[in-house]
């Protein structure tokens, strides 16, 4: 099963400007780390963020994207999803 690298370039004051926001993100990111193949996902610094999924189709990760309240709202600015070829998986996954 193929990883995949959602990427998030996010608006100035993201920070404070997510906070509306931040519950129903949290909630779609919960239930795609049950049922839809999120891995892992956290901040970028100095601003953006990184998602990573282990999923079939690259649409189910655009899918995830297309419904974000941070992408619904525009607090990011554009976000891009690359197919990912693991060299390395992270210890305890195949």
Do not use: C
């Amino acid at each position: 099963m193929p990883y995949f690298a959602l990427i998030y370039d996010t608006v100035d004051n993201f920070v404070e400007r997510r906070q509306p926001h931040r519950g129903a993100h949290l909630d779609l990111v919960a239930r795609a780390q049950r049922v839809g193949g999120l891995l892992m996902a956290g901040a970028l610094k100095p601003s953006g963020a990184l998602l990573v999924f282990r999923t079939e189709q690259i649409a189910d990760v655009e899918q995830f994207a297309q419904q974000d309240p941070y992408v619904v709202n525009g607090l990011v600015s554009s976000w891009r999803v690359f197919e990912w070829t693991v060299v390395t998986p992270p210890v305890g996954v195949r």
